[in-house]
Every structure is written in C-alpha cells, then in structure tokens.
C-alpha cells in the first residue's frame, strides 16, 4: 500500500510538472501545431520540466528522435521550433536580473551553440547561417583550461563585431575553429606561449593564406586581457604595456616584440628580462630599444647557430659578429650602434650576475665616426616665393616663416641650422601651394 501510494503521488507530480511546463511553452506566445506538440511530448519523455535545461546536446538528442519518427526532408523545420522556444526563453529572461545572470555570455565548460547567444540582435544574425559547424563550439574538450579561455575570448570579441560581414564573420569563425582543434591536437596549453615550430606546423593547416592572421589576433588577445602582464610570452604587444605616448612614435606601425627567434630558453628569458628593464625602467624611446633589441636577438640567433649559450660567449664570437658587419658594409655609425647594443645587453647581465664579469671591451671593436655635413640650403628664389604668396597660408605658419627669415645669421652654427629650418618649413609650404 505505501509503494502504491508513493507510485500514485509521482504520478500527479509528474503531470503537475507537465501542465507547468506546457504552460512556460504555451506563455512564449508560439503558434501551437504539430512542431510544438512533439517537443512538449519529447521534453516531457526526457523529464525536461524547465526550458532552462533544452541545451545543444538535448538538441542533438531531439534530432536523433525526431529522425526515428519523420522524413528526414523535415526534421529542420522541427529543430527550428527547438531552437525558437529556447530563443524566446532565453530572451524573455534576459529582461529579469536572475536571468541576465544565468545566461550571461561568459566562458563556461560546456558546449555553446552561438543561436542561443543571449543578445537578441546579435543571435538574429546566426539565424540564415546553415553552417552549423561553426555554430557550435565544444569547450568541454579534454585540454588546457588557459586554451578554452583564450579561443573563448576570441570568439565573443568576433560574434560581437556587428560592423563584420556576415560572409568574412565566417571566414573568421572558420579560421578559429581550425586554429583551436590544431591547438588541442598539439597539446598548445597556452597560445602565447608557442614556439615558431608549433606555429609552423599550425599554420601549414590553414588551406589558405588569408585565414593565417587568425593565429596573432588570437596570441594579441590572449596578452592583452591577462590581469597581469605575462612577460613570458613569446610576443609581446605595446599597447597592453601602458607606455607613454612621449616614448611611441606614432608614424612608425610597431605594434609588437617577438622573442620566437630565439630558440634556447635560457637566452630567451635573459633577453625577455633585459626588455622588461628596457621597457619599464629606463624610459628611452620605443624606437631606440627595439633597434638595440633586434641587434642583440641577431647576435643571439648568431651564437645559437654556433650552439653556444649568451652567457657563454666570449671576444672571439663578437670579433666574428663585427667582422660580418665590415663584410656587409655598415657605415661606422651603424656599426657603433649594434656593437654598444650587445654591450649594453652584456652589461645588464653582468650587473644582474648572470655573468661575472664583462668579456669583451666594446672600444677595441669601436669605429670612427666622420660626421659629414649636408647642405640643405634652399636657393633664394623658391623662399621669396613663397614670401610673396605667405598670405595665403595659416596664420601661425606665416609668423613661424617670418621668425626665420629675421633671425640673425652671422654665426656659422646659425646659418647651418636656419637653412635647415628654412627647407623643412619651406617643404611643409610647397604642400599649401
């Protein structure tokens, strides 16, 4: 008497829980036919009692059913009122503070299905896109968590550009999902951290050359939003190191460092701590520290070559870089350039003690300088010109034109720097004319 008690209360229960659910469908304002009478019956054979539950693998599932039970020519035109339910749920919660914070777009270890994204104008545009492929996104995939995270960070950054174009979002879309299953078949536990040979072989897997720049938005995207700089990785991207625009040059398109090149891990982190010092500490110049870097990753690549480590080099190995220096024809100022850069590396190394001492002395190797004087001068037709038409210009460039032409010029040093001035400003007035 108690098991048939119990079995009769699980029944009512089972048909209260029904009639609720049948009810949520039924508040969604959905025409009712036969598409949504199958879906209440399946949901209800599931004991699916919340529309909080329909996911895609209850999707996957829904369509297993529906093949057993109708012509395959239709079964789209019943996932399309699957997927609609959930859409109308989903949006209906989005107006609620419990339901913003349930279907909130933030990475999870689950499988996202992007027609189910919670923001209505976005999702819309999924809607005519048959490619279900790149629809669906598997983060419950046996690999790294710091991975997941960086695809993840990608993708929304994609989905939520609503000025892309459906065709290249795509292409895009294509491209990330390549990039992330090339990443789990490697075993790549964090995309900042690649090596040129895992970049290779990753690359070689995109059949076309214009999917590639998927892999440095990505590498950009996974530096960027760490709430700690990650020094270790094998790029890095000026913007995330907040310098001041004093020290940028904003004519010239730097956007990032690589360390790739250099392959043994040890000089790697010597040369990354020696950039971290140039970066933070000193305050020179971007332009000035990457050329003195790119001198020293060259003499690094170059002891690489010879397998000798950095901190192992000697006064024959930089005797050999300066001779192929003289081969290549670098001019003196050149040359002093990247033979200081090396000493200026040497140097930090020795103060932070991963050398003992300095084992080389950069003036044996110094060249001279013949500083060679460049006559600028502009001939005394083309500025009175330019005097006779000064009053079509601005204001502010006339009073600067008329400054240079009353200075005093009887000191030398004078004379050379006002006919510098004169034919940078007299260039900049030709545009005007």
């Known amino acids: 008497m108690q098991q048939a008690e119990r079995i009769t209360e699980s029944e009512v229960d089972i048909e209260k829980k029904k009639q609720e659910l049948y009810s949520e469908i039924d508040a969604l304002g959905i025409k009712s036919d036969s598409r949504i009478n199958k879906l209440k019956k399946f949901l209800a054979d599931r004991k699916i009692w919340h529309l909080e539950e329909m996911d895609y693998p209850l ?12 012509r395959s020519q239709i079964v789209s035109f019943y996932l399309k009122i699957y997927d609609t339910v959930k859409q109308q749920h989903i949006y209906q919660q989005m107006q609620t503070l419990n339901g913003k914070r349930i279907y909130e777009w933030k990475y999870q270890n689950k499988i996202y299905f992007l027609k189910y994204y919670p923001e209505k104008k976005i999702a ?54 390549l990039l992330y299953d090339s990443c789990v078949q490697l075993n790549i536990t964090d995309v900042g951290l690649l090596e040129m040979e895992q970049v290779e072989t990753i690359l ?9 720049s998927i892999l440095g938005e990505c590498r950009r995207d996974a530096f960027m939003q760490q709430e700690q700089i990650q020094w270790e990785a094998n790029v890095w991207y000026l913007e995330r190191l907040h310098l001041g625009k004093h020290r940028i040059d904003e004519s010239k398109s730097l956007i990032s460092i690589s360390f790739m090149e250099v392959k043994e891990i040890q000089n790697r982190e010597i040369l990354q701590a020696y950039m971290k010092y140039e970066l933070g500490i000193t305050g020179q110049a971007v332009s000035t520290i990457v050329r003195r870097f790119v001198c020293i990753r060259n003499f690094i690549e170059l002891l690489e070559q010879e397998k000798i480590l950095a901190i192992h080099a000697t006064v024959v190995e930089v ?55 460049h006559d600028r001068s502009v001939e005394e037709t083309v500025y009175m010109e330019i005097l006779k038409k000064l009053y079509l210009f601005p204001e502010r460039l006339q009073n600067c034109y008329r400054v240079l032409l009353n200075i005093h010029r009887k000191s030398s040093v004078i004379q050379n720097t006002y006919l510098l001035m004169k034919k940078n400003l007299t260039a900049r007035c030709s545009i005007w004319l």
Request: hydrophobic share 30%; aromatic share 16%.
């Open 59 to 70: 999707r996957n599932s829904y369509e297993q059913y529906l093949r057993g039970q109708i």
């Open 319 to 373: 005797k050999k870089y300066a001779d192929g220096l003289r081969e290549r024809g670098i001019q003196a100022k050149g040359f002093n350039e990247r033979i200081f850069g090396i000493g200026h590396f040497y140097k930090f190394m020795e103060v932070k003690q991963y050398i003992t001492r300095m084992p080389f002395r950069i003036e044996y190797f110094q060249q001279k300088e013949v500083v060679v004087h």
């Open 124 to 177: 819309e545009t999924f809607e005519t896109s048959y490619k279900t492929n790149l629809l669906v996104w598997d983060f419950t995939q046996n690999c790294s968590e710091v991975l997941k995270k960086q695809i993840f960070y990608t993708l929304s950054r994609i989905i939520a550009n609503t000025s892309m174009s459906k065709a290249y979002r795509n292409v895009r879309l294509k491209s990330l999902k």
């Open 204 to 212: 070689k897997n995109f059949p076309e050359t214009s999917q590639r």
